[in-house]
Structures are given as structure tokens and as C-alpha cells.
């Protein structure tokens, strides 16, 4: 009578340690995971406001300026670059490809993307990009490092 | 069974009684010991019971009740380095304007740098700023911390960690960067090594920008760095073109008031304040003061058609200098004629601006100033703002020179608060640089009636087609504004060869969204301007470039101001020779 009482005890007892002791073991060992992840959170944190400020500082809109002087053709719009949707003539409709959703700014009528032929307005002037310099290369960031 | 028990219980109690004592008295004295040993098991079990409950109760609110994101352990296990200190501030567009980074800063543990002769030496050949004596003194001070210099760059750190000196040390510090350098520096304004605000937003938001944290929430400001950068670019072309001692500009919503770009040259690079020359942390915006000059026409003609006193129609004669005890009034682009008041405010005439000032009555001025905000202390998100000043004896030759900007100063940022009112329908609107949210309402006061600011946009637009501010005009953007070229005042009297000149500008003038106004402070003219400083010459092109810089980043939607339905809109009554409103003025 006694006895099997105890020796059920004794297995819940047992049972119960071996449990607690693995819940035990596999809580530290979450924590340690815990605490590498929230090391490198905090690290991985300063980095990206590392980033973001260089974000901001790389794209200085007087830095910009300088190099699309210096690489690129593009000059200030001109007022007669920029027209609405509903100034473009009708006629373009069911030419090449078209954009049939309903959401394409123009209420769902149909509208030609490309060659557009541009409004009639004065000339858009054109320039050349400047040349580089003499000893000058322009590297592109994915080319970095190789010959 | 009860004695076994006993004796298994008690045997402590059993064994200090004398075996020859009464059986009678031992199961007496056993029954007691029972009882008391009975409460106290009882007492015991209690308190276990209770404690017990207590912490299953504690386990199921924190493993069931409790939500698992608000997990204690994480908050607690998070090491985070940025625990307090400043906001980030960025721009209409989230650009990041301000942030704190960490860096390291050097200390010395003076106690156990073992020859703080050679330490110092090594010291001095990686931070040749430093100074090798003092780093001397503060390594043999036998202190337990002395900073050797804060702020270190990642490479200063690298050279400092090499020369392996024991004893020193590197704490992190938050240091205040500002990525866009010089461009907003005076909106923002700067810290102090210890990360306190000193001027600008810095300084008027401080508190907040300390409880929101380094990582919370970051303080949106109303500027657009690309608006900035093309004001300030602009700016500073012309001031070096002209020669000018400074240059301020504001760029604001007509329609919200908020500050879009303002700008005050020279500026100064926010990390090193204290290097700057001290005129280049002066803000011209909005602390300077100035007489503006011609540009307070729009002002007076705004009192004059909304008190009635004259019409749009209304005829001043303009032939003749007024003369009063010490002063000449006189036309700079003189007609000798009779003016209309469309032509008082394109040909910028002196004594058309007085005799209408005069129709108003001083005390109508003085009420049209005061609700315009331009008699007390403006509104601004900015320790830096100046309190205008008004004559101190406001009588009928202050009325006069105050209805073409001369007697009155006011800053820039103020008087584009109030012109953006003369165009936007009527509304005063109060100047902000903090992005409105999204669906805000802006309360404005009606200052003058919407019809007559109708009125004021054709006769603006009329300036810039035909009249001073010809130089102004932006193809397509519909621009109207008008100069204003004053004399600063100097030891004796006004002087001819220091001139403020500027200009200011609303645009598209159907309705316009956006109100620019551009300063020169002491431009010189050049042989493209023929010699003349004035603002037709020098600021009011620097308002036309601005303006078509910053309407396409705006999205203004540029319209053919030749067309026949625009021209109409614009168009001016046909002039009249109905004598309205005017009186004959006799000043001596």
C-alpha cells in the first residue's frame, strides 16, 4: 500500500527534476542566445544610424549638384518638359503598349507610355556630358575592387 | 498509537523528564507540548501556503497573463548604448538633419600609467593636436580619471589603441552630427560638447528633444533640404556676384505657413560654432532686423483698397516732391505726373505710397500694421527672433516714411509671414518650422479681405510684367512680388552707398502657393547692372532664378502665362481719370 504510493512519488519527483532541469538548461542557453542577439541588435542599431547619417551626408544636395554638374547632361526643367495627363492628345489611344488599369492616373483610359512624341513647346537645349578629366575614373560602387 | 506517536514527536520533550515523575503529570505535560507544537506546525504550513500561492501567482502572471512583446528579459537583456540623450531632427521628407552617433573618447587612468613622460610623448605623435605639457600634467596628476580628448575619430581610436599605453582608456560617447553640415545651420542651430542646446531648434526644442531619446521618435521640421539647397545656393552666388556683406532668404507656404527653406549668409559649420566669425552666427532671417524699404508698397496699398480709403482706380498726384521740416520725400524712378495706384506700386513711387499712406490716416496704419503682426514680437520655433521697431513718436512723417519701409524694421521671416497674408486670400497665417501633420487645420486671421488680396495679386503680377521687378519673372510660374531697395541707416542720417535690397515674391499668382523672399545686405552693383545695387537689379533676378529652381522640386505645375484665360485673370481694370479718394496734401 505504502510502497507504491512512494514509488509514484518518488517518479513525479524524479520526473519533475529532469524536467525542470532541461527547462533550466534550455532557458540559459536563451539567454545566451538573448544576449549575443541583443549585442548584436545594439551593434547592428549603430551601424544602420552609421548609415542613414551617411545616407544623408553622401546625398548633401550641393554634393549631388557638383558631381551631376560634372558627369551628367541634365540641366534644371524647363517648363515646357512638364505637362498633364489630360494636355496629352487623345489619339495615342490603342497604339503599342498600353496601360489598361484603372489605375493609371488617367481615370482608366488608355494611354501610350513610350515614345510620346513631346508637346510642342520651345527646343529643349542639349549638352554634351562633360568629358572626365584627364586622370580622372568614374568607379561604380559594384565595381569596386576589381581591375 | 497516540504514545508512539508521542515518542516519535516529542522525544526531545520525553527525555529531559525525570523518569520517576508522575505518569499522570508526563501525559499532562505531553498533551501541552503536543498543542504547541501543533501551532506552531500550523503556523508554519501558513506561512509556507501562503508564500507558495504568492509565487504560483507570480508565475502565472508572468508566463500567462503577461504578453509576450513586453518580455522583461528582453528589455533588461538589451545593452543598449543610446539610452538617453537627443532626438534625430530630419526634414519634410525624413532627411536626416541631425543625429547622435557614438564615439569614443579617451581617458587616463593617471594612477596607473607607469611613465607618463614617454606616455605623453607617444601620445602627442598619433593627437598632434594635443599639447605635450599638458598631456604631461594630467598623466602624472595621480588622478583616477582625466579626459585626454573627447570625440575621437574611428582612426584617432586605431593609432591610440596601438601605441598600447596601460591606463588609458576609451568611454563611449554621444556626439552630435549634422549630415547636411552648414546647409540648415541656422535653423538648427547647435550643442555643446555635453549635448545641450545653444541656439537655434537646439535650443527651442532642447527639453523635448531630450525626452524623446536618441531612439524615439524624430522632431519633423517644415524645411525641404532641396528648396534649402537652392535658395542658399542661389544666395550665395549672388552675394559673391554683388559683393554683399550678407544675404537672407525664406521661402514659405503661402497657404499653411510653414517655412520651407530659410536661409541667413554667411553660415557657419554647426560641429565647430565657436570657429565661426561672430556675424556668420548672427541669423539675418529672422533676428535682423532691416528697413526693408519699397516692399511695405504692397502693404500700404493693401490698407489703403481694404479700408476704402481709395480704389484700385484712385489717382495720387506724383509730380512733385513732398517737402516737410527736415525731410524730401521723392520718387527713385521719378514720373512727374499724376499716378494711379496700380502705377504708384509698378513704377515703386515714394510720394504715391506717403499720400496714400496719409488717406489711411496714421492711427488706420498703425491698426493694419499691428494686425498684419508686424508691431510686436512674431511667432518662430527659434530663440533667434528679432522684436521689431517702430518709431517712438508715430506722427504724420512717420506715417509717411513707414508707408515705403522707411521708420519700420521688421525681420524677413515677418515680412513674408505677412505678405504670404496679402496673397493667400487674406489670412495670417502664423510662420512655423515644424511640418504640419498630415489633415491639420491651420487657424489663420482674416486680415483683409479676400477680395482686396484678389486685387493685390493682379497689381503683384503687374510689377514683375511691366514695372520694377521685371528682372523677376520665372517663364511659366507666373510670378508677382515686389522690390524694395532701402538705405541703411547710418551715423548721419541714411546712407546712399549701403543699401538693402530685396524682393519679395509669390507664385503662381492665380493662386498662389508659394511666397519667396530674397535680401541682399550691401550689394554692389557691377557692370552688368550698369553700377546700381537696387533690388530691380540685384535681388529681384536672384528671386526669378530661386523661383524657377524650386517650383519644379515643388511640383508647381508651370503654366502658359500668355494665355488668353491667365492674361484675363491677371488683368487690371483699364485706368481711369476719376479722381478716388485722394486729397490734396500739404505737409509744411
Known amino acids: 500500500m505504502r510502497w507504491p504510493v512512494n514509488a509514484v512519488v518518488l517518479s513525479l519527483v524524479l520526473g519533475m527534476s529532469l524536467g525542470l532541469y532541461r527547462l533550466e538548461s534550455q532557458v540559459q542557453t536563451l539567454e545566451r542566445r538573448l544576449s549575443v542577439t541583443a549585442v548584436q541588435l545594439e551593434g547592428n542599431r549603430r551601424n544602420s544610424r552609421v548609415l542613414v547619417a551617411e545616407w544623408s551626408f553622401l546625398s548633401q544636395p550641393s554634393r549631388v549638384q557638383a558631381l551631376a554638374q560634372r558627369h551628367l547632361a541634365l540641366r534644371p526643367v524647363a517648363p515646357a518638359q512638364v505637362v498633364s495627363m489630360a494636355s496629352l492628345p487623345r489619339n495615342l489611344v490603342g497604339l503599342g503598349a498600353t496601360d489598361k488599369s484603372p489605375n493609371n492616373g488617367n481615370g482608366g483610359e488608355t494611354v501610350r507610355h513610350h515614345d510620346l512624341e513631346r508637346p510642342s513647346g520651345p527646343p529643349i537645349p542639349r549638352r554634351k556630358p562633360n568629358k572626365p578629366r584627364h586622370g580622372e575614373r568614374i568607379i561604380l560602387a559594384s565595381r569596386v575592387g576589381q581591375p | ?588
Do not use: C
Open chain 2, 1 to 588: 498509537m497516540t504514545r508512539l506517536k508521542l515518542s516519535v514527536n516529542e522525544r526531545g520533550l520525553e527525555a529531559d523528564l525525570e523518569p520517576d515523575q508522575d505518569r499522570a503529570i508526563l501525559i499532562g505535560s505531553k498533551v501541552q507540548a503536543i498543542r504547541i507544537g501543533r501551532t506552531r506546525l500550523l503556523t508554519v504550513a501558513l506561512v509556507f501556503a501562503v508564500s507558495f500561492f504568492v509565487l504560483a501567482g507570480r508565475l502565472i502572471e508572468l508566463t500567462i497573463i503577461r504578453e509576450p512583446s513586453r518580455s522583461m528579459a528582453f528589455t533588461t537583456a538589451s545593452p543598449s548604448t543610446y539610452t538617453a540623450g537627443r532626438a534625430d531632427i530630419v526634414d519634410r521628407n525624413g532627411i536626416l538633419l541631425a543625429t547622435n552617433l557614438l564615439t569614443a573618447s579617451l581617458y587616463a587612468n593617471a594612477r596607473v600609467v607607469p611613465d607618463p613622460a614617454r606616455a605623453a610623448r607617444r601620445l602627442v605623435t598619433v593627437l598632434p593636436e594635443l599639447s605635450r605639457s599638458a598631456v604631461l600634467e594630467l598623466l602624472a596628476s595621480g588622478r583616477a580619471f582625466v579626459w585626454l580628448k573627447r570625440k575621437l575619430t574611428p582612426s584617432q581610436q586605431a593609432a591610440v589603441n596601438g601605441l598600447g599605453i596601460p591606463g588609458l582608456d576609451f568611454r563611449d560617447e554621444q556626439r552630435r552630427l549634422y549630415p547636411q553640415g552648414a546647409l540648415e545651420s541656422h535653423v538648427l542651430g547647435f550643442t555643446d560638447v555635453d549635448g545641450n542646446g545653444i541656439a537655434g531648434i537646439e535650443k527651442y526644442f532642447d527639453q523635448e528633444i531630450r525626452d524623446r531619446g536618441p531612439l524615439g521618435q524624430s522632431l519633423q521640421l517644415a524645411l525641404d533640404v532641396r528648396v534649402q539647397h537652392a535658395l542658399r545656393d542661389e544666395l550665395s552666388l549672388a552675394m559673391n556676384r554683388f559683393r554683399a556683406s550678407g544675404a537672407a532668404g525664406v521661402v514659405m507656404d503661402a497657404n499653411t505657413g510653414e517655412i520651407l527653406a530659410l536661409t541667413s549668409l554667411p553660415d557657419f559649420d554647426p560641429h565647430h560654432p565657436s570657429a565661426a566669425p561672430d556675424m556668420s552666427l548672427f541669423n539675418r532671417a529672422t533676428k535682423g532686423v532691416y528697413e526693408l524699404g519699397s516692399v511695405f508698397k504692397v502693404l500700404t496699398v493693401a490698407m489703403a483698397l481694404d479700408s476704402g480709403a481709395t480704389g484700385i482706380q484712385g489717382l495720387y498726384d506724383a509730380s512733385k516732391p513732398i517737402r516737410s521740416a527736415r525731410f524730401t520725400i521723392r520718387d527713385s524712378h521719378p514720373k512727374n505726373r499724376w499716378l494711379s495706384v496700380p502705377e504708384i506700386l509698378i513704377y515703386s513711387s515714394n510720394i504715391g505710397a506717403a499720400k496714400m499712406a496719409l488717406d489711411v490716416g496714421r492711427d488706420g496704419q498703425r491698426k493694419y500694421l499691428d494686425r498684419f503682426g508686424l508691431l510686436g514680437r512674431p511667432s518662430l520655433e527659434l530663440p533667434e527672433v528679432g522684436t521689431p521697431l517702430t518709431p517712438s513718436r508715430w506722427g504724420e512723417i512717420s506715417t509717411m516714411t513707414a508707408s515705403y519701409g522707411h521708420g519700420v524694421a521688421v525681420s524677413p521671416v515677418q515680412f513674408a509671414t505677412t505678405f504670404a497674408a496679402m496673397v493667400n486670400g487674406g489670412v495670417l497665417l502664423p510662420a512655423t518650422l515644424i511640418k504640419h501633420k498630415t489633415g491639420e487645420r491651420t487657424v489663420g486671421v482674416q486680415v483683409i479681405r479676400a477680395r482686396t488680396s484678389r486685387q493685390l495679386r493682379r497689381l503683384l503680377r503687374a510689377v514683375v510684367e511691366k514695372g520694377t521687378g521685371r528682372k523677376a519673372e520665372a517663364a511659366g510660374y507666373l510670378v508677382g512680388g515686389k522690390t524694395g531697395t532701402a538705405e541703411k541707416a547710418g551715423l548721419r542720417g541714411y546712407r546712399r552707398d549701403a543699401l538693402i535690397s530685396s524682393f519679395v515674391a509669390a507664385f503662381p499668382m492665380t493662386a498662389p502657393k508659394y511666397v519667396v523672399y530674397v535680401l541682399l545686405d550691401e550689394p554692389k552693383g557691377d557692370a552688368e547692372t550698369h553700377g546700381f545695387a537696387g533690388a530691380g537689379w540685384t535681388a529681384a533676378p536672384l528671386a526669378g532664378r530661386v523661383i524657377s529652381r524650386i517650383a519644379p522640386i515643388l511640383g508647381v505645375q508651370p503654366i502658359d502665362d500668355g494665355a488668353e484665360p491667365i492674361r484675363r485673370a491677371m488683368a487690371l481694370p483699364p485706368s481711369s481719370s476719376v479722381h478716388y479718394g485722394s486729397r490734396n496734401v500739404a505737409v509744411n
